[in-house]
T-cell receptor
Framework: GAGVSQSPSNKVTEKGKDVELRCDPI?????LYWYRQSLGQGLEFLIY????????KSGLPSDRFSAERTGGSVSTLTIQRTQQEDSAVYLC?????????????FGPGTRLTVL | KNQVEQSPQSLIILEGKNCTLQ??????????LRWYKQDTGRGPVSLTI?????NTKSNGRYTATLDADTKQSSLHITASQLSDSASYIC???????????FGGGTRLMVKP
């Protein structure tokens, strides 16, 4: 079946521009996560959505970062006024309902380069 | 501060050999520990998940162990193959909420 998909796969932008990254989770998965992976660094949690609950935004590095999840499915991560330090691979993951199966299924990521 | 430390940072082994990757954590209270494999340019893929009460779990040639008392986990790869070349990430989940703490990963290279 279809896995988590992300678009675009690569994005090059100029410093100061806004970017939107999209994540399509696996159908039926209620939990959705955004992570950032900088070159040579570990994964960094950004934001978590679970069903209709208020999202856990505790990992967002600044107010330039925001995310939405429309209709409990597709999610968009927006970075405003991008900075060079925002360059990283942005990974999205989804999980099915129920803690007994809380394996996260990751998408291929979006590689963001800010010039 | 909750942390997950992995060692070694990188490892090179010959095809067919075994290897063991280490993960030490200070995350508390602990819910479960996962090992992920991440191929270059791809998203992580889950290998194993272990709860507090589990000591070992296998997935093919991958065997993970967990010592919750010493807060250590290891991932043993048997009879390595070239396709095992990847980063292996240890991830610990807190007992409350859904926050995951990721280790920095071990980059494994298997050479012919």
């Amino acid at each position: 079946g279809a896995g988590v998909s992300q678009s675009p796969s690569n994005k090059v932008t100029e410093k100061g521009k806004d970017v939107e990254l999209r994540c399509d989770p696996i159908s039926g998965h209620t939990a959705l996560y955004w992570y950032r992976q900088s070159l040579g660094q570990g994964l960094e949690f950004l934001i978590y959505f679970q069903g209709n609950s208020a999202p856990d935004k505790s990992g967002l590095p600044s107010d330039r970062f925001s995310a939405e999840r429309t209709g409990g499915s597709v999610s968009t991560l927006t970075i405003q006024r991008t900075q060079q330090e925002d360059s990283a691979v942005y990974l999205c993951a989804s999980s099915p309902p129920g803690r007994s199966t809380d394996t996260q299924y990751f998408g291929p990521g979006t590689r963001l380069t800010v010039l | 501060k909750n942390q997950v430390e992995q060692s070694p940072q990188s490892l090179i082994i010959l095809e067919g050999k075994n290897c063991t990757l280490q993960c030490n954590y200070t995350v508390s209270p602990f819910s479960n520990l996962r090992w992920y494999k991440q191929d270059t340019g791809r998203g992580p893929v889950s290998l194993t998940i272990m709860t507090f009460s589990e000591n070992t779990k296998s997935n093919g040639r991958y065997t993970a162990t967990l010592d919750a008392d010493t807060k250590q986990s290891s991932l043993h790869i048997t009879a390595s193959q070239l396709s095992d070349s990847a980063s292996y990430i240890c991830v610990v989940r807190l007992n409350a909420g859904n926050m995951l703490t990721f280790g920095g990963g071990t980059r494994l290279m298997v050479k012919p």
